[in-house]
């Protein structure tokens, strides 16, 4: 995301997982997320894509490079990968022999075991200014797709660029959107052609967050507001993604695409900010990527694009502490580095809760021991609630940990409480995940301790 260069007047504003839904016309829409990785605390690879196949329905997964560890986890999950191209490669890329040889380096070895949908090459290349980058961007994908052509992959994976909104000279109202004189003719028309030759998408980032003013908080967020009412069509807009979809849309039937497929490559919320900012908060963020969801994937489209959904990645997988700037670029995700939802947005799968029996007979419990030096364990919090507790629980059990000594018959079974139970599946998890504090966090529900909770035939 490049923030700088998005302007903010109100229609003028700035992972992959896929929910598949039937769309109008017979189309399929998708909601996905952005799987970034500027921090360092977060789980192996392998877990995340084993996470987002067992316990989500995410089955899309965008990634911010083409990390040979990050492209081998989602081997045979079926879940659909697009890769990046970073900027600083997009030069030698012009050149066919690179482009071949970084085919057979970063996609070859590892399709069709993973996977991999689609390339972007490089992130918001018209926002880095750079001549070279600019000039090299259109020839650069141009001849990616020959190579992929030549090995046999273009059917397979497209090839693509996202945009942030700041190529729009004009936004407001959308019905005026159109690119930067220069860029729209030397780069986007050139751009859209291929796009609409190779039948591959126009991606854009956008982010209603850091368009939005105290006044047009709700407007940005889906929730009810008076709208804003564009002259020239006399539409009323109620949401400001609307608003910068058809601005996006004017500018492209500008140059005459208006057939090329508009996704949303990153769009969210974050949970967290500075006093500054407005809208910094679990609540906020929850609304805006349900009613996201809700809304791209209706079929009702926007007042310029009417019955149609879009592709639509949310970003971003999980929260990133090492991210540079303000606070809020550190709290986009959906999830904690321990994979615990940030808030519901109602994409973990509900799956174990139905194994935990009711019945509570009390068996004789040992006082626990203090443990040898450097051992430790995960367990509920005192006054920890319940409910959160039995989420606990489904989400480890839902994750394939092994949850049989708390199923009917098993050794801690006994005493038959969610608060029991939650302590083992917890500790299942921490231990798993390598005893660090960040993996008992559990919204805070969870505490390390080093009095070991065992009792009888009941091992932790």
């Not at 998708?30 to 500027?38: A, D, E, F, L, M």
């Not at 877990?47 to 040979?68: G, K, M, Q, Y």
């Not at 608003?243 to 039937?253: C, I, T």
């Not at 007042?303 to 991210?323: Q, V």
């Amino acid at each position: 995301m490049d923030k700088a260069q998005i302007p903010l007047p109100t229609f003028t504003i700035l992972l992959l997982v896929v929910v598949s839904i039937s769309l109008i016309h017979g189309s399929e829409g998708s909601i996905g997320v952005n799987y970034g990785t500027v921090a360092n605390n977060l789980p192996p690879p392998t877990h995340v894509a084993h996470f987002l196949l067992e316990s989500t329905i995410i089955n899309r997964v965008r990634l911010f490079d083409a990390d040979p560890k990050m492209i081998r986890a989602f081997a045979h999950t079926g879940i659909a990968v697009t890769v990046t191209v970073p900027n600083d490669q997009i030069p030698y890329l012009t050149k066919l022999n690179f482009a071949e040889q970084w085919l057979k380096n970063n996609i070859q070895p590892y399709t069709p075991a993973t996977n991999i949908v689609r390339i972007l090459v490089g992130n918001e290349i018209l926002s880095t200014a750079s001549k070279l980058l600019i000039a090299s961007l259109v020839p650069a994908m141009q001849t990616l797709h020959t190579a992929l052509v030549g090995a046999s992959l273009d059917r397979r994976i497209q090839v693509s660029t996202p945009h942030s909104l700041g190529i729009l000279s004009s936004s407001s109202p959308p019905s005026s959107g159109k690119f930067h004189q220069g860029y729209d003719i030397h780069v986007l028309k050139p751009l859209l052609s291929f796009l609409r030759a190779t039948k591959s998408p126009f991606l854009i980032n956008p982010y209603p967050f850091f368009g939005c003013s105290p006044e047009t908080l709700d407007y940005a967020l889906f929730r009810p507001n008076s709208g804003v009412f564009d002259e020239n069509t006399k539409i009323v807009y109620t949401n400001m993604l609307d608003g910068q979809l058809d601005a996006v849309f004017s500018a492209v039937k500008l140059l005459g695409f208006d057939d090329v497929e508009i996704v949303i490559a990153e769009t969210g919320w974050p949970s967290k900010g500075d006093s500054s900012q407005v809208g910094v908060d679990s609540q906020s963020a929850a609304d805006y990527n349900m009613n996201l969801m809700r809304h791209v994937t209706s079929g009702n489209g926007t007042p310029l694009m009417p019955n149609r959904t879009f592709e639509t990645y949310i970003f971003a997988l999980f929260n990133e502490d090492l991210k540079q700037g303000p606070t809020c670029e550190r709290n986009f995700g959906l999830f904690h580095p321990n994979m615990t939802p940030v808030y519901d947005v109602g994409i973990l799968r509900s799956t174990v809760t139905s194994s935990i029996p009711t019945s509570n007979p009390k068996p004789k419990v040992e006082t626990p021991q203090r443990a040898p030096e450097g051992k430790r364990w995960c367990v509920p919090k005192t006054g920890a609630d319940i409910q959160a507790l039995q989420r606990n629980i489904d989400y480890v059990c839902g994750m394939g940990f092994n949850c049989e000594a708390i199923q009917g018959g098993g050794s801690c079974f006994l005493p038959n409480t969610v608060r029991a139970h939650a302590a083992y599946a917890m500790n299942v998890y921490y231990q798993a995940m390598g005893r660090h504090d960040y993996a008992c966090d559990f919204i805070h529900t969870g505490a390390v301790t080093d009095l070991d909770p065992s009792y009888g035939k009941c091992k932790y």
